[in-house]
């Protein structure tokens, strides 16, 4: 074993918190303060020097792409012979909020997540404090290993023991009828609204977003409307938690 590995994990200060990230991820990390920011809530972000605050956002949006791509490879591999709105669609549902919550509290994320419970509750449906640090660990992982360990790892440590794929390709998730029945039950008016994408029109992406009782929830880009209206539906759904 490297000697950098022994003194973190029997040396160092953080040791405990090396060994717990070695039982959770199967590896030592490299720069520690990656991973330890990965489970800061905004709620608790470090203001820094220069004025910025530094929790688990950026790195989240960073995983976010990460873990997406990761996915479409994968799906794109497995399936040869499917179309892109297949793959859009099974993508969706494999990386959706609830599953990333789901997988968060399997793997004990509710145990290392540092979040004021004063003004956040980890427990309501409307909280996405464990698929948030699900995404930042993907970016911690991706930027202190690298692209292909981080493939390696989402593939051998998350996919294979905790998805079956398979049985997601025939689950059927309605997520635009959902909302609207849930809307009609709040006697609230629903609407699909395209708008302008950030490609420019020449890029033939439609751009939908969803309006609840004139209040405007989710968004999101596809080659199809079609696909574009359930992806919005989906990401409204997680923000409800319905």
């Known amino acids: 074993m ?7 994990l029997h040396i160092s200060p953080d ?20 991973y330890k920011m990965a489970f800061r809530h ?25 873990l997406g791509s ?17 793959l859009t669609e099974l993508r969706s549902k494999i990386v959706r909020r609830a599953n990333l919550n789901q997988l968060g509290r399997k793997l004990g994320f509710h145990e290392l997540i540092d ?26 992982i991706y930027l202190d290993k690298g692209y292909d360990f981080t493939k390696s790892f989402i593939t051998n440590r998350i996919i294979k023991p905790h ?9 059927e998730t309605n997520f635009k009828s959902k909302l609207i029945e849930w809307c009609q039950s709040q006697s609230k008016e629903i609407t699909f609204e395209p708008t302008a994408n950030a490609e420019g029109d020449s890029a033939k992406l439609f751009s939908i977003q969803v309006f609840i009782g004139g209040e405007a929830m989710a968004s999101a880009t596809d080659y199809s409307k079609k696909n574009a209206e359930k992806l919005a539906a989906e990401k409204t759904c997680d923000m409800l938690g319905i």
């Open 115 to 140: 979040f004021d419970s004063k003004t956040v509750n980890m427990t309501t449906k409307q909280s996405s404090l464990l698929g948030d640090a699900f995404e930042a660990l993907i970016g911690a």
């Open 15 to 34: 040791r405990e918190y090396v060994k717990r990230m070695r039982i959770l991820l199967g590896f030592v990390p490299g720069n520690l303060s990656l």
């Open 42 to 66: 905004k709620s608790m972000a470090v203001v820094l020097k220069n004025g910025t605050k530094s929790s688990n956002e950026r790195l989240e949006f960073l995983g976010d792409a990460v």
């Open 163 to 171: 998805i079956d794929i398979h049985t997601l390709e025939v689950t």
């Open 2 to 8: 490297p000697l950098s590995k022994i003194y973190k």
């Open 70 to 86: 990761v996915i479409a490879e994968i799906l794109f591999k497995l399936y040869p012979y499917k179309g892109e709105g297949f």
